[in-house]
């Protein structure tokens, strides 16, 4: 069984940072496509950031390009999100998933993990 647990989230001042992690466990993940995605308060699930877990270049939305960072560490089969200068309109549940291709398609990630919540004030 996968399973993908999030940690990280909590309240943030605008202007301020988080870093978001998620833990991989259950099977290798050596070759798996890992990104994030958000879902706000009466909106559809958006894509954030997504990275391969044998290097390469990550792919951002562009409301984010610039202030968050994904990155992995393979030997603890975990990915962050470093999320820096962040705005109220970065408040949203924030969830892990892993998947085949480096999409930003939610369909094309098989696993997922329950979200934590991030929440930016102003």
């Known amino acids: 069984q996968v399973q993908l647990v999030e940690s990280g989230g909590g309240l943030a001042q605008a202007g301020g940072s988080l870093r978001l992690s998620c833990a991989a466990s259950?099977?290798?993940?050596?070759?798996?496509?890992m990104a994030w995605f958000r879902q706000a308060p009466g909106k559809e699930r958006e894509f954030v950031a997504t990275?391969?877990?044998?290097?390469?270049?990550?792919s951002y939305a562009d409301s984010v390009k610039g202030r968050f960072t994904i990155s992995r560490d393979i030997t603890k089969n975990t990915v962050y999100l470093q999320m820096n200068s962040l705005k109220p309109e970065d408040t949203a549940v924030y969830y892990c998933?892993?998947?085949?291709?480096?999409?930003?398609?939610?369909?094309?990630?098989?696993?997922w993990g329950q979200g934590t919540q991030v929440t930016v004030s102003s």
């Open positions: 998933a892993a998947g085949s291709y480096m999409v930003t398609f939610q369909r094309f990630y098989d696993y």
């Open positions: 259950g099977r290798t993940f050596s070759s798996y496509v």
């Open positions: 990275i391969n877990w044998s290097g390469g270049v990550p």
